[in-house]
């Protein structure tokens, strides 16, 4: 994963070199050598910003680490420049062939250097040491320090059209709090909350059915569909007990976590959060979007737990403090952080879906992550003014370059391309920016008009 995501920055950083090569020769009439000292300098600044950011996640002094990458540059450079002038000095290739084998030991000193030496602090893996760079806190205690006691504990469970699982949900959970029973973990009246998010098949019945034949099964019902963020925080709102848990019905989520986060929370953390340690059982897709969306989000200052969906352990005093947060447009992953607890991690494997579809496909995932960013981060807004900056200083440059020519030179030729294709990207431009700003704009809309995040039809 961290070689791909190496090349991709080699891909752009070689399709932005030329194209500021280009835009100076043709635009701003640079000669060659200054053309191409521009492109490798801007080339080589964004491919820096990304591996350090991206690529590698690395936390090293901004100074030292780019010292180090020039370092390696220069020897990838040279190993390149090296295996061309060897293979056609001594075989009988032409010079594009000649080239291209020399991309092979430019980019395995480039990468293996950048990995090692020049970005030093990266996770090596992007699975569990990706998560122990975001979250440096692991925490370790001893159970002998700790008293054990007998917890009070409330599992919440959003549904949604999950009438295929919910039967082996009950009985994993059944076990489950069998076993923390016999253990004196938790209290025998410990229960389990299924909320219903207005499903449309009989996901309600089966859960009014588990109610009647199992003592700990407890539902909620909503009026209507108010999606899974709404359904969360109407169970984390309505239910009782000293800590509550929140999981998905799918069975993705390790049950056995939860042993871990009682203790965590008998050590005296207030919140406790399940971290998915590896994502072998997501597609590549969804493994890659998903890692490059928490970094997205960590870049624009949301405050968020890597790796983390909606598995973990509150008290009742941080469930208390999250009844003051009010707005509409819910991201819990962004909120729950910002209450300020104590909080602790524990880490588990996801494994596959046990039956049913996936409520989240494509278009509810990029809503979701839009969700987010827009809800947490005012960084679009200020990325718009900076683009708009430079829009206005490459137009003034453009417009100060036509004028030159115009005036001092005999080359002017009159056309469309000059008039139109100004036009077409400034247009482009403003039209981006009113629909970030229109983004804003609908969620202050939807906070002013405080109409309730859900309805609750019935409790059982």
Same mark, same amino acid.
């Given at each position: 994963m961290i070689l791909i995501r190496y090349?991709?920055? =080699?891909?752009? @950083?070689?399709?932005?070199?030329? =194209? %500021?090569?280009?835009?100076?020769?043709?635009?701003?009439?640079?000669?060659?050598?200054?053309?191409?000292?521009? =492109?490798? +300098?801007?080339? &080589?600044?964004?491919?820096?910003?990304?591996?350090?950011?991206?690529?590698?996640s690395s936390r090293d002094h $901004?100074?030292?680490?780019?010292? *180090?990458?020039?370092?390696?540059?220069? !020897?990838?450079?040279?190993? @390149?420049?090296?295996?061309?002038?060897?293979?056609?000095?001594?075989?009988?290739?032409?010079?594009?062939?000649?080239?291209?084998?020399?991309?092979?030991?430019?980019?395995?000193? /480039?990468?293996?250097?950048?990995?090692?030496?020049?970005?030093?602090?990266?996770?090596?893996?992007?699975?569990?040491?990706?998560?122990?760079?975001?979250?440096?806190?692991?925490?370790?205690?001893?159970?002998?320090?700790?008293?054990?006691?007998?917890?009070?504990? +409330? $599992?919440?469970v959003p549904c949604y059209n999950e009438e295929a699982v919910l039967a082996e949900t009950t009985s994993r959970l059944a076990d489950l709090l069998q076993q923390l029973i016999i253990e004196r973990s938790i209290t025998p009246s410990s229960r389990v909350y299924y909320v219903d998010d207005g499903s449309s098949d009989k996901t309600w019945e089966l859960i009014e059915y588990l109610a009647e034949t199992h003592e700990f099964v407890h539902g909620i019902q909503l009026s209507r569909n108010r999606g899974h963020q709404n359904a969360l925080l109407a169970g984390l709102l309505s239910v009782e007990g000293e800590v509550i848990i929140s999981v998905d019905a799918d069975l993705q989520d390790d049950m056995s976590a939860i042993k871990k986060m009682i203790e965590y929370y008998i050590a005296g953390y207030d919140i406790v959060y399940g971290v998915r340690d590896a994502r072998e %059982?997501?597609?590549?897709?969804?493994?890659?979007?998903?890692?490059?969306?928490? *970094?997205?989000?960590?870049?624009?200052?949301?405050?968020? !737990?890597?790796?983390?969906?909606?598995?973990?352990?509150?008290?009742? #005093?941080?469930?208390?403090?999250?009844?003051?947060? +009010?707005?509409?447009?819910?991201?819990? *992953?962004? !909120?729950?952080?910002?209450?300020?607890? +104590?909080?602790? &991690?524990?880490?588990?494997?996801?494994a596959e879906r046990y039956a049913g579809e996936s409520k989240y496909p494509l278009k509810k995932m990029l809503s979701f992550a839009w969700q987010g960013i827009t809800s947490f981060s005012s960084m679009p807004l200020h990325f718009i003014t900076a683009l708009g900056l430079l829009v206005s200083l490459i137009s003034f440059l453009i417009t100060a370059?036509? $004028?030159?020519? *115009?005036?001092?030179?005999?080359?002017?030729?009159? /056309?469309?391309?000059?008039?139109?294709?100004?036009?077409?990207?400034? /247009?482009?431009? #403003?039209?981006?920016?009113?629909?970030? !700003?229109?983004?804003?704009?609908?969620? $202050?809309?939807?906070? %002013?008009?405080?109409r309730p995040r859900y309805i609750i039809k019935k409790i059982i």
């Open positions: 090349l991709i920055v =080699g891909v752009a @950083n070689t399709l932005v070199g030329l =194209g %500021t090569i280009y835009f100076a020769m043709y635009f701003l009439h640079f000669n060659v050598v200054q053309s191409n000292a521009l =492109g490798y +300098s801007i080339g &080589i600044l964004l491919s820096f910003s990304l591996n350090k950011t991206w690529t590698f $901004i100074t030292s680490s780019f010292i *180090r990458y020039l370092l390696v540059l220069g !020897i990838a450079y040279t190993a @390149n420049l090296a295996t061309v002038l060897f293979i056609c000095s001594h075989f009988y290739f032409s010079p594009y062939i000649a080239q291209a084998i020399g991309i092979i030991p430019y980019t395995a000193i /480039g990468f293996l250097g950048s990995r090692y030496f020049a970005f030093r602090t990266q996770g090596q893996s992007g699975t569990s040491d990706a998560v122990e760079n975001k979250l440096p806190n692991k925490v370790v205690f001893d159970k002998k320090s700790v008293t054990p006691r007998i917890v009070d504990v +409330s $599992i919440v %059982t997501d597609t590549f897709f969804k493994s890659f979007t998903a890692k490059a969306y928490y *970094r997205l989000l960590s870049m624009m200052g949301v405050e968020i !737990i890597y790796n983390h969906a909606d598995y973990r352990l509150m008290s009742r #005093q941080t469930i208390e403090a999250l009844k003051e947060f +009010s707005e509409v447009n819910l991201f819990l *992953r962004g !909120i729950i952080p910002q209450l300020g607890f +104590s909080y602790a &991690i524990v880490y588990y494997d996801r370059w036509a $004028i030159w020519i *115009r005036l001092f030179t005999d080359d002017a030729v009159p /056309g469309w391309a000059s008039t139109v294709l100004p036009i077409y990207f400034l /247009g482009g431009i #403003q039209l981006l920016c009113l629909g970030v !700003i229109g983004e804003y704009l609908a969620k $202050i809309y939807s906070e %002013t008009k405080r």
